[in-house]
């Protein structure tokens, strides 16, 4: 993995060498671009199921559970002084809590906004208390988590975000017929047989994954945004599951590459400027998405009307 890792910086040497572009001079803008070009598939990918099911708000209660996980990273560090990678118990904590969310709604009826506001609240305390039971060293160092930061991407976060990427890619692509008949009949799944409630803890833990890559340069305030906004600005142009799924991802990109340009040459916060950009993008589409349906609908009359006079 750092044999790919220096491919890719290389890579980049080549293109600030020969287009004159500074910023690819840098170790840690290679790591970020990665990074924001692997989240930019990530969270469309997971984020147009979730957007179709109603489930918009899921990885917003995920992120703070994430910051959770962060927080105990932090404390085992700084207490036992270890160095396990806040990230990794990060997954490992947001996993649980999706896997919570799911066992709650099933087994108390509740509502899914009722099971993620227990977990987001309780994610977000649990992180709150361990970092006041340290408060001299983990305050500064949780900022970057809360906020995100392209300088802190280090190589073996960017690893973690790649063993994750490989993950989600393949979980998605071997499930993807399931979860898209457990997306939009669930009834008609357990009818023909499908277990739906194993395919809605896939879907929910793979979101746990998802935001948990993305904090690195989102933060856990803003994360949720990637899952939800390129989504909706694709579904104001596309027609279909598939195009909507290609236009998310596109639409993601263009929103990192532009915010984390942005960011670097304005020195803003890389997650702020991001979801900036992306909304910019998502209000485009939808002018545009009224533009083409105003349009078709005064060709339709008209068509009509020549087919009956052809007539």
Do not use: C
């Amino acid at each position: 993995m750092e044999w790919l890792l220096d491919r890719w910086s290389d890579l980049l040497h080549f293109a600030a060498d020969q287009f004159g572009i500074g910023m690819l001079e840098y170790g840690f803008m290679h790591r970020a671009f990665l990074v924001g070009i692997l989240i930019a598939v990530m969270a469309p990918l997971i984020g147009t199921f979730l957007v179709h099911r109603q489930l918009a708000l899921i990885g917003d209660a995920l992120a703070h559970t994430a910051f959770a996980g962060v927080a105990i990273g932090l404390f085992v560090n700084a207490v036992l002084g270890v160095g396990v990678s806040p990230y990794l118990t990060a997954v490992v904590v947001a996993v649980i809590a999706a896997l919570a969310i799911e066992l709650i709604s099933e087994t108390t009826d509740a509502y899914n906004d009722v099971s993620m506001a227990i977990v987001l609240s309780t994610g977000f305390a649990l992180g709150a208390v361990l970092i006041s039971l340290n408060a001299g060293g983990l305050a500064v160092g949780v900022n970057q988590y809360l906020f995100g930061n392209l300088s802190t991407v280090s190589n073996q976060n960017a690893i973690i975000l790649v063993g994750l990427f490989a993950v989600i890619a393949v979980v998605v692509g071997a499930t993807y017929k399931q979860l898209l008949y457990v997306t939009f009949d669930e009834t008609a799944a357990r009818v023909a047989g499908l277990n739906v409630r194993w395919y809605n803890r896939i879907t929910v833990m793979l979101t746990a994954m998802v935001v948990v890559g993305a904090m690195q340069i989102m933060g856990v305030i803003l994360v949720a945004a990637m899952l939800v906004v390129p989504v909706a600005g694709a579904a104001q142009l596309a027609r279909g599951f598939r195009e909507a799924l290609l236009a998310s991802v596109i639409l993601a990109e263009i929103a990192v590459l532009a915010g984390i340009t942005l960011s670097y040459h304005y020195e803003t916060t890389a997650g702020g400027t991001i979801v900036l950009v992306a909304v910019a993008i998502y209000i485009a589409a939808v002018l545009i998405g009224k533009a083409k349906s105003s349009r078709e609908t005064v060709e339709d009359p008209q068509s009509i009307a020549n087919e009956q006079t052809s007539d």
